[in-house]
């Protein structure tokens, strides 16, 4: 157990609709990493928090957007979503910039 | 190109064997370098982790950085059927953000 909390496991919905993923970071730990893992793209890092304030910008989608709020959990919005959007994302937390990031069990989306 | 290179695998090996798992990359800023360990549907959990050329050993497990040939590896020795899983490279470069730029991951399977 990373210490890492994902909430909810598995999410099925269908293309259009909006979702909500939620993350809690291992006590401690100020960043927040959301990574969005697919068959055909593997491992893809999406978007970084620190204390509240967004750091860093990968993949993520116009339709995707996360914040993390002032006790240091995290939520990612994806929004019209599509059928390609199915896959499992991954939070991942660590101390302030540090390297070494632990990863919760993540979401199952599938969009139907 | 890819930042990062991963052998695909699959790769299956006798219970007992040395396996080894091997990434190269292309960008020499490049610092910090992780194995991760992901079994199905679970979350990536963190093997190993360096930042200097050379061997770190951890237990049954070593990491080897080259980074004048760009090149990494895990060694796995007295491969155990527990350890069949996906093995993913990841590296981190300097800056305000440690986004983890993955390998796409090797499966191994280890058969008893």
């Known amino acids: 157990d990373s210490g890492v909390t994902q909430t909810p496991k598995h999410l099925i919905t269908a293309t259009g609709q909006r979702v909500t993923l939620r993350c809690s970071p291992r006590?401690?730990?100020?960043?927040v990493y959301w990574y969005q893992q697919s068959l055909d793209q593997g491992l893809q890092f999406l978007i970084q928090?620190?204390?509240?304030?967004?750091?860093a910008k990968g993949n993520i989608l116009e339709r995707f957007s996360a914040q993390q709020f002032p006790d240091l959990h995290s939520e990612l919005n994806l929004s019209s979503l599509e059928l390609g959007d199915s896959a499992l994302y991954f939070c991942a937390s660590s101390v302030d910039s540090g390297e070494t990031q632990y990863f919760g069990p993540g979401t199952r989306l599938l969009v139907l | 190109q890819k930042e990062v290179e991963q052998d695909p695998g699959p790769l299956s090996v006798p219970e007992g064997a040395i396996v080894s798992l091997n990434c190269t990359y292309s960008n020499s800023a490049f610092q910090y370098f992780m194995w991760y360990r992901q079994y199905s549907r679970k979350g990536p959990e963190l093997l190993m982790y360096t930042y200097s050329s050379g061997n770190k050993e951890d237990g049954r497990f070593t990491a080897q950085v080259d980074k004048s040939s760009k090149y990494i590896s895990l060694f796995i020795r007295d491969s155990q059927p527990s350890d069949s899983a996906t093995y993913l490279c990841a590296l981190v470069g300097g800056g305000a953000t440690n986004k983890l730029i993955f390998g796409t991951g090797t499966l191994l399977a280890v058969q008893p």
């Open positions: 928090y620190y204390n509240g304030e967004e750091r």
């Open positions: 006590s401690g730990d100020l960043s």
